[in-house]
């Protein structure tokens, strides 16, 4: 962050303990406020944003309603019409860009490693260095200055901040056009340069971004003003589209269309049904019939370097594994040590990401020196590291070419003399792909020597820690795959003649624990396994590594993607309550807050703009004097009569419907108003609008525009209970109102927002609760 983490320390939200330049490694990069009245920030991009909640409710007024009423059997069609157009617009814009990435990748650094291996032949190795890391550094260059000039949002995979969004969590520019082509070229540039970085993170944010900017009729100054597109001014569709995004984004990454459902399902979601479901497993459909188009042109040699099957990883399907039950011991030990090294991973990852975060404060060139210190290294180390291993003869009996000094090829020649290769070379002076391929090539027993993967294993383990979190584009799949596949090479190697699997096949295994010990996923992850290896037969084997890694895994720390939220500040709601949210009530949080902010159902002017001047709220209860008092309560008492959202008043102010008396309005008044659709529009910055003195006097019916069915909750039930509604629902606000309203007293107690249920947030309000939790709150 180049600027501006002052603001947090200078802000009278939080406690003021000290500049948060000066935080300590074991302190999170955005400290949680301390009361539960606070306004939240949160990282995104290079800034402290202030984060807003996104409004999944719907809001049932009387414009609503009559809308609703009056829709025909042909504009419903229209609107499901629509929303499977824009499914497959989604699917094939994913794939078409995902396909352009991978041409682009493969081509310029196919090229880059051709002319290195032209000065390799000519033995001019000083030469051959300096190109490489040249171009590498120019490649670097590109993608850094992209993101740190322009869109500071499209650095890193952007997953977290997806399922943060998913989650009800307004990221701001997160899905803007600007974003989606830095991230699309700076993706190119970073993959291309041999960083230890994959696209396939960076792909899910390149299609949730395409699915909003559909969703919305294209960029916020650029908008397509079609009428249809008014059915999607809305968060909840929005929400729909972005999860179709996600799963295509997957999809197009693995070739993987159920993997990509199941990703989207799994792990980015929060809100899911039987439709939407349909809809994702279309735009993964569309991104597979594309990619497979592709395929079929690029295998007739009309895509330059690109190579066969250059869209999937590996495929063993020409390839028959056999496992017996006693193989039992050295898979299950795959998958205790993928789950261990995947929370060791999440662990000194989660150190690397606080001393970067520290680093980047300083501003955008130490951001941009950062990521050049680490392609200088990285190159340096990937074409000097082959030295260090030793020559092997070529086998004559092998159909492929040996040796090759080629951008590909499972024997690379590098400094070897004539007959023979460099199993080092073949696995680091080539694409993250083409290594991946290699090192999970089967029947290929004695091809790497154990020295030569321990080297691998060790200096991936390095760049995947040092690598992610710099100023680029980046993916975590590539480089944890790069790692689990080595140490899984390993163990095959190290097993020998004691178990009849084959070392491709225990890379694959490595590979699928050391991803489930991280990331925590397993239904998706085993499927996208499949699909890529197109192997049926790696089915059982491959859910039991997996569900041993998750489990390993969690009893150490959370997954890299929770830790990245909650050091960026988003308040993520997670789906399990802390257990000792049941010994305290909603209620009791009410009382931590300050007083709530009511309005009548006709009120001022002067009153709202009051309220909107002298208050951050985003909604505010409207109370009304109950026609008919309830037993035991005098007359004039108030009755909740709905909750109105701030962005509805300020279009109030906007439009001037002001009225001279203290009446309730017509409904053709208000229809001739407020269009429906104009509600739906999240404005609320009055600043420029000016509110002479004798329109202050006036008065504003709220009737028509409160939403009159809010979600309510009593004030003594239990904040566990409260937050699982809060979550599914995908609430804004849920407003606490009391079991018995006393004479006198407001028929609202309390309203609670997503910072309020945030276990750290209440653990500062009430520290009695820290003896009592069950375990550490994130």
Known sequence: MEEDLNQIGNNSNYNGEGDPESNTLNQPLVKANRTLSSTPLALVGAKVSYIESLDYEINENDLFKHDWRKRSKAQVLQYVFLKWTLACLVGLFTGLIATLINLAVENIAGYKLLAVGHFLGQERYVTGLMLFAGANLGLTLVASVLCVCFAPTAAGPGIPEIKAYLNGVDTPNMFGFTTMIVKIIGSIGAVAAGLDLGKEGPLVHIGSCIASLLGQGGTDNHRIKWRWLRYFNNDRDRRDLITCGSAAGVCAAFRSPVGGVLFALEEVATWWRSALLWRTFFSTAVVVVILREFIEICNSGKCGLFGTGGLIMFDVSHVTYTYHLSDIIPVTLIGVIGGILGSLYNHLLNKVLRLYNLINEKGRIHKVLLSLSVSLFTSVCLYGLPFLGKCKPCDPSIEEICPTNGRSGNFKQFHCPKGYYSDLATLLLSTNDDAVRNIFSSNTANEFSMGSLWIFFVLYCILGLFTFGIATPSGLFLPIILMGSAYGRMLGTAMGSYTSIDQGLYAVLGA????????????????????????????????????????????????????????????FLDANPEPWMRNLSVGELGDAKPPVVTLQGVETVAKIVDVLKNTTHNAFPVLDEAEVPQVGLATGAKELHGLILRAHLVKVLKKRWFLTEKRRTEEWEVREKFPWDELAEREDNFDDVAISSSEMQMYVDLHPLTNTTPYTVMENMSVAKALVLFRQLGLRHLLIVPKIQASGMSPVVGILTRQDLRAYNILQAFPHLEKSKGRKAH
């Open 512 to 571: 699928a624990s050391l991803m489930a010990g991280s990331m925590r996923m397993t239904v998706s992850l085993c499927v996208i396994f499949l699909e890529l290896t197109n192997n049926l037969l790696l089915l059982p084997i491959t859910m039991f590594v997996l569900l041993i890694a998750k489990t390993v895994g969690d009893s150490f720390n959370p997954s890299i993607y929770d830790i990245i939220l909650h050091l960026k500040g988003l308040p």
